[in-house]
């Protein structure tokens, strides 16, 4: 059994979004990275697409979701499930804080303007 203590605040701080690394490689699990994000309401989206599946689940708040041509709006307790190889964006849908629970496989990868590497969050 482990427990992996949550930390006292964002690992990660991009701006307009913060990062919580939970259950990642670097804090002790093997499989599956967990992590919280927290992102502002007039944070842009940005366009990216993953080499696995992400599961995202809404702790607080509205997320505008696009997963390929579809678009819709996640809430409270709804999980949003994004295929490997499909682009998407994610935004705070909403007029207050957005905050979701994040997780993929160890060895997920993100795909940017290009690039392919693994989310610091996530490592």
């Known amino acids: 059994m482990s427990i992996i203590h949550a930390p006292q605040k964002a690992t990660h701080d991009i701006g307009t979004a913060r990062f919580t690394s939970l259950a990642t490689p670097s804090r002790g699990s093997i499989e599956t990275a967990v992590w919280q994000v927290e992102i502002e309401v007039d944070a842009p989206a940005v366009p990216h697409s ?65 690039a392919t590497f693994t989310p610091p969050w996530a490592e």
């Open 50 to 114: 993953l080499t696995r599946e992400e599961v995202f689940v809404v702790l607080e708040g509205m997320a505008a979701v696009r997963i390929g041509d579809a678009t819709g709006v996640a809430g409270l307790g709804d999980a949003i499930v994004l295929p490997a190889d499909t682009e998407f964006e994610l935004s705070n849908g909403g007029d207050g804080p957005l905050r979701l629970l994040c997780c993929f496989p160890v060895g997920c990868q993100a795909r940017l303007d290009g």
